[in-house]
């Protein structure tokens, strides 16, 4: 597997991930009392993942000269 294979899997665990913390914000959320500091740290969390993710993207995007 080469760096890039590397990547696009890691990018992938990534994108699960966020997707998982969308899921977990909703149910805390639709409590009848939220813990809303548990929702702001995962809100946390995944705009760290998000930001991972940008990161990832980025370099398995080539530069284009214009």
């Known amino acids: 597997m ?6 696009r899997v890691r990018l992938e665990v990534l994108r699960q991930e966020h ?12 409590r009848v ?6 929702i702001k740290r995962l809100k946390k969390q995944k705009l760290a993942l998000k930001d991972r993710i940008a990161r990832i993207e980025d370099e398995l995007t080539p530069d284009i000269i214009a």
């Open 33 to 38: 009392l939220p813990d809303v500091l548990a």
């Open 19 to 30: 997707r998982d913390l969308d899921s977990a914000i909703a149910a805390l959320e639709e």
């Open 2 to 7: 080469n760096h890039e294979d590397v990547l």
